[in-house]
């Protein structure tokens, strides 16, 4: 699905137009005149239609007419969990990004695919995080209590419609 943006003119005297790429942006924006006839150069860039994912990562990256070339790429590039990491690491934790330089790879975070604390607790008792624990004892652990204790260092949250779990270093 292509994504459609929307170029709000900070001019009042001027009305705004829909986009679908960096190209398609600057040969609209070139042409166009307020009432006046003056050239419009000033933008507020609004998310319209696209893929939830896609624009839960326009509202992290900040999104304006001097970061949409490098938007439209990454949208392009990225997978949904590429995706995911920025969000969380920008929009969530507050990274700091070059838009021309960025690196997925500078975000130092833990993310995992499950519905909660709870779930990450199970997890990380079958992956044998807290020893090895006797069959006979198994039924007497307290999830729910390391659960709260995980939510001290883990972060619930929801990126379009997907729950994740995060830690950031």
């Not at 999104?63 to 920008?90: C, N, P, W, Y």
């Not at 020893?131 to 929801?158: C, V």
Request: aromatic residues 14%; proline residues 2%; glycine residues 6%.
């Amino acid at each position: 699905m292509s994504i459609t943006l929307f170029a709000q003119p900070y001019d009042l005297a001027a009305s705004g137009f829909y986009f679908t790429s960096a190209a398609e942006f600057s040969d609209k924006a070139a042409a166009l005149r307020n009432d006046c006839g003056q050239r419009v150069e000033e933008f507020e860039i609004q998310f319209i239609d696209g893929e939830a994912i896609d624009a839960a990562l326009a509202e992290a990256w900040s999104l304006s007419q001097g970061t949409l070339v490098r938007f439209f790429a990454l949208a392009e590039e990225l997978d949904e969990q590429e995706k995911q990491r920025f969000i969380i690491a920008v929009g969530e934790v507050g990274y700091s990004f070059d838009p021309d330089t960025v690196g997925l790879e500078d975000f130092e975070i833990d993310i995992y695919h499950l519905g909660s604390l709870k779930e990450l607790a199970e997890e990380f008792i079958a992956e044998g995080l807290f020893g090895e624990i006797p069959d006979h004892l198994a039924n007497y652990i307290d999830m729910d209590a390391i659960a709260r204790d995980l939510s001290f260092d883990y972060t619930e949250t929801d990126i379009a419609g997907t729950r994740l779990i995060y830690r950031s270093s």
